[in-house]
């Protein structure tokens, strides 16, 4: 019997990644759409495991509920320091046997407690082409500063302000007409798409990383 691919999604807000992530795993396949799906290869038993929150009133804490997924939901300030709380983190993540963390939406940089044993297993989701407009707002900054496109990166996770080795990309155009919603709303769409799509690579065995480089089959 193949064992479950299982994976943790952390998350701080709305939780529109984590919806995205859910629907394709609920309908059984972890690709975005029909035209990229792997269709053809055997369907993936990928599981949600858990999601971790540090904000208790956030609406992705309603949408696991909903969904019947275990939260580990918490408040920074209950511990004594980050480090504390991410070896809590660490310990239902290690009992869960947990083979990917995503980060999609977490608004917390995270320790070396959390980076070193997952290295290869954590990956995050960034709204800007890093290296452009790494950090909070890439959205704004993009908009600030006058590029004519910007877009989606998801990346390993290496302890850094997103800089960890990147796996996908994908380009969104800037108009003339855009306020900083509109992009936003059309990059949001493009994660939803790519995010999935990177899960199954890289629970299909695809996805290879080789010093700050990946390879990509």
Not at 75 to 104: F, G, N
Not at 144 to 159: L, S
Not at 183 to 212: C, D, F, K, S, T
Request: hydrophobic share 40%; charged share 20%; net charge negative.
């Amino acid at each position: 019997m193949t064992k479950p691919f299982r994976i943790a999604v952390f998350a701080s807000g709305s939780g529109s990644n984590f919806q995205a992530i859910a629907d394709a795993v609920n309908a059984g396949r972890l690709a975005g759409d029909s035209v990229t799906s792997s269709s053809m290869q055997p369907r993936l038993d990928v599981r949600i495991e858990l999601l971790v929150c540090d904000r208790p009133k956030a609406q992705v804490v309603e949408r696991a509920r909903q969904l019947g997924v275990p939260a580990f939901v918490f408040r920074p300030k209950d511990y004594a320091d980050r480090e504390a709380y991410e070896k809590e983190i660490l310990e239902r993540l290690q009992a869960l046997e947990i083979d990917l963390v995503v980060m999609a939406g977490y608004m917390r940089l995270i320790t070396n407690v959390l980076v070193e044993p997952l290295y290869g297993r954590l990956i995050n989701i960034h709204p800007s082409l890093l290296p452009s407009f790494p950090g909070l707002d890439a959205i704004k900054q993009a908009m600030d500063y006058g590029v004519k496109t910007t877009g989606v990166t998801v990346h390993y996770v290496d302890g850094g302000m997103d800089t960890g080795p990147i796996i996908a990309q994908r380009s969104v155009e800037i108009t003339p007409q855009d306020t900083e919603e509109s992009l936003a709303a059309r990059i949001h769409e493009i994660e939803h798409v790519l995010l999935p799509q990177v899960i199954e690579r890289i629970a299909r065995g695809q996805v290879q990383l080789q010093g700050n480089i990946t390879i990509t089959s």
